[in-house]
Structures are given as C-alpha cells and as structure tokens.
C-alpha cells in the first residue's frame, strides 16, 4: 500500500487494525451468517409462493439456495475476510511528486504523530483482497492526476503565512499602524460613504493598505485627489511605499501635525 501523508500513514493501518477487531467480533458472534439466514428463509417463502407449472418446488428452492450460497461466500471471501497482511513496513510513504514540486513534507516519525506511529509499530492488519486492490487502484488513478498538474505554490498556504506574518522592526510597525489609523482607514471609509455598497472585487482589493483601487482609480488616487476637506496626520512619518505624501502650498495648515493626507 502507498500513502502520501503521514496522517493517511497511520490512519490507513490503524483503521485496518479496528476493522479487523469488527470482523473478528462479527465472525466469533455468528452475525455474519444472520443476512443468509434471512435471504435463505425469503428464498423459500418464494418457493412456496410459486405455481404448480414451475414443478418440484423444493427443488426449486434448492437450486436458489446453492446459487445464493455460492454467491455470498464468494462475496464474504473477497470484501470481508482479512488475507493479505500489512504493517507500517510494508505501508510505502511516498514522497516523489513534493520532491518534483520542491515541497518539503515531513517523515511520519517528524511529527506529532510520533507516539501514535510509535504505538502501532507492532501491529500487524489483515487486508481483504478486494480493498486491497481497490487501495492500489485508486492510489494509482490518483497518483497519475496529480502528476499531470503543475507546480504550483499552495495558494491557501500563502495567504495563512502573509496573514500571519509579523513585522519585527518595532518602528516600522508603529508607522504602519499610524498610516492605516489616519490615512488609509478614513480614506476607506469615505469611499464607502460616498461609493455605497462596492462590488466584491473592489471590496478585496480595498481590504489593505496597498490598495490599486485606491491608488489608480479616477478621483480616488491620493496623488490627485482635489477635494474640498482634507485630513492632516497626527504624527510626522516618510512617506508609504505608493502612497506619496503631498503639502499643497494652496492647502492651510491644519494644526500641528505630520503631512497633509488628502482624502477621497
């Protein structure tokens, strides 16, 4: 068996283990047998229910008994019975296609699994063929679509680690969050004000301080913008990256403060 993950590593022996303790409870208890019983009794009473022309009923009944019996041992065989063992050294991690893709994944025993894998080392489950076969299969089929997709760069991966990011210059931050206080967010709230309900693109876009909407949108970039109320910055900083501070000599001064931020 070939698994790519180190939860599908041990999940794929440890449900195989639980399966096995089902199946040897089912077979000790004789429950197994209890559908047969009941398709036998439902072949006979369709025996009974049959006409004189259909000839010797018992014989009749005895022909879907075998055919009946023949087909569910055959069933029970392949589907039920555990026959082809497994363990976690017969159990293949592969790794090939995060190695094309220059992924790193880590080993099972690198993770936080470890006591769990640790616990199963010496156990050993019984597969039926046929899930066996399914397994591989399916495992095949799968292997072969991902192969065919590119390379590329987990998406959902990416914006965790941006979202989650820190900026660790203590100055840098407290410029960031003195321009998103008193200049991006008014900024933002006025077109809001202005603009009504926006479209989920421009409401994406305008979700963060680099916003292209804000920057090059008509009447709404800060390096043109030319309206009647402006906003002065409490504090005094250089100016963002894109967001380029202006002092109009036509604008009076606002108090005290840093650079004249004008707003949409």
Not at 33 to 57: T, V
Not at 140 to 159: E, F, H, K, W
Not at 190 to 199: H, S, V, Y
Request: aromatic share 10%; with cysteine.
């Amino acid at each position: 068996m070939t698994t790519n993950s180190y939860l599908e590593y041990f999940l794929t022996l440890l449900g195989w283990v639980v399966n096995n303790g089902l199946w040897n409870a089912i077979s000790a208890t004789g429950l197994f047998a209890l559908p047969l019983l009941i398709k036998l009794l439902a072949l006979w009473l369709q025996a009974r229910s049959q006409g004189a022309d259909e000839g010797n009923k018992a014989a009749l009944s005895l022909v879907w008994a075998e055919h009946l019996m023949y087909t569910s041992l055959l069933v029970i065989m392949f589907t039920c019975v555990p026959m082809l063992n497994i363990d976690l050294d017969t159990i293949k991690y592969d790794t090939t296609r995060s190695k094309q893709c220059g992924m790193s994944v880590p080993q099972p025993a690198d993770t936080g699994y470890q006591p769990i894998i640790n616990s199963l080392g010496g156990k050993t489950a019984a597969v039926p063929i046929w899930w066996y076969f399914i397994h591989v299969i399916s495992k095949g089929i799968t292997s072969a679509t991902v192969a065919t997709l590119p390379c590329q760069p987990d998406l959902r991966q990416i914006r965790f680690e941006v979202q989650h990011t820190r900026i660790k210059d203590p100055t840098l931050a407290q410029e960031l969050r003195d321009f998103v206080e008193e200049c991006y967010a008014p900024s933002r709230a006025r077109l809001k004000f202005r603009a009504g309900e926006l479209d989920d693109d421009t409401s994406d876009d305008t979700a963060w301080v680099g916003s292209s909407y804000l920057l090059n949108t008509a009447g709404y970039s800060i390096p043109t913008m030319r309206f009647h109320r402006t906003m002065r910055g409490r504090t005094a900083h250089h100016a963002m990256p894109g967001w380029p501070i202006q002092e109009p000599a036509a604008i009076p001064p606002v108090n005290s403060g840093g650079p004249t931020i004008l707003l949409v």
